[in-house]
């Protein structure tokens, strides 16, 4: 005999009858998130506007949905469609077999000694950009190390991926502009959903379709050249071009190199840029910590600078830059439930979203003691040992772990350690410091900062 029992659904409120719970989202994504989940617990179901969503916290549930089952859990999903028109099919949108295929393509660019050779231009991108903060220093005038970072983390993006094939920085300052014009206009399609489409000639889709065409100018004048001239170096660029499919022994066309290579930037600017921004704020606000910091140091640098053989040494360094992830990861992210499936016992019917929040599973009390606390040493192996994997997720997990996360911590890690050696960083009294929660966590207002000299310059 048979039995058609009623499916078991998660809890959740109810919101309104057409709209849902789309005004509470709107109003404070992250906020209304963290309020239903310490309400209804580690999986809450609610509608969005005629979506049913499920707002997974628990790092069991996330292991489920992000690798076990990850094959039923694709990006095909209202969030990565506009997301689509500024990085048409590179890795951070596309899916299926389709993106295995360029996963597979581009892992050997990402090898961990071609990404230590990459490391070693670093320090040296850092200095540079420190030493034009010494009239600050000798003024005692306060600077926007928020903005510091986001020219300084563009730049060793834009040199890692295209080494001599910029134009000066004017060049870099432009693709940086472009970036933030086109991640703005993809955020407020994903807000607006019935926007104008992008050929009507709106303020803003003109504006958009501008940034696009400067941005794929530079892009595509690049690859160009290299495909015409190649040459001797060891950048992104040069291995991605290199690179051949397996099975069919092709590379990759134009179009797709493009696709990468625009993923690639924005991945390897924002990401970094933030987490140090956050970092020389918690350092500011935590003597203790600051002190730890400049004895490793002191002790295991002296008056020399950093370099990639020094990595494994640096353990605290290491550990603040863990810390400040888990603060300030990514605040959310979506994926579509292709097919019917069950979550920790609950019901998860075909199309539905899963809405994944860092931001929340990094202070999930059954995990993390003191949550808001400023804590590198959480990151000890003696208190990581028994912590599920994905109780602490900053770069994804599963098949889709971000291919150039070793590549963003060796650079969070030498810039930190290259700058901490020369100054102490003290975050101006009464600036306004709230986070920005997009695509990633941003200071709203930027970081007032002021500098105070440890040594001379190197």
Known sequence: MTTNATPRLAPGPRGTFLLGNLLDLRRDLIGFLRQVSGEYGDIVRFTVAGFTVHLVTHPDHLRHVLQVNSRNYDKQSHEYRPLKLAFGEGLFTSDGDFWKKQRRLMQPAFHRQRILALGEHIVRDVVERVDAWQPYAQRGESLDVAAEMVALSMNVATKSLFSTGLRGDEEVTTI???LDTVIGYCLYRTMVPFAPPPRVPTRRNREFTAAMTSL?????????????????TYDLLSMLLEARDEETGEGMPDKQMRDEIATLLLGGYETTSNQLSWAWYELSRNPDVEAR?????DRVLGDRLPTVADVPRLEYTNRILEETLRLYPVPWLERRAAATDSIGGYHVKAGSLIYISPYLTHRHPDFWAEPERFDPDRFTPERSADRPRFAYFPFGGGPRLCIGNRLAQLEAQLTLATIAQRYRLRLVPDHPVEAKMQVTTSPRYGLRMTLEPRRPAA
């Open 293 to 297: 910091l400049h004895e490793e140091l």
């Open 176 to 178: 940086a502009r472009n």
């Open 216 to 232: 794929d100018g530079i892009i595509y004048r690049i690859i160009g050249e290299r495909r015409e001239h190649g040459g001797d």
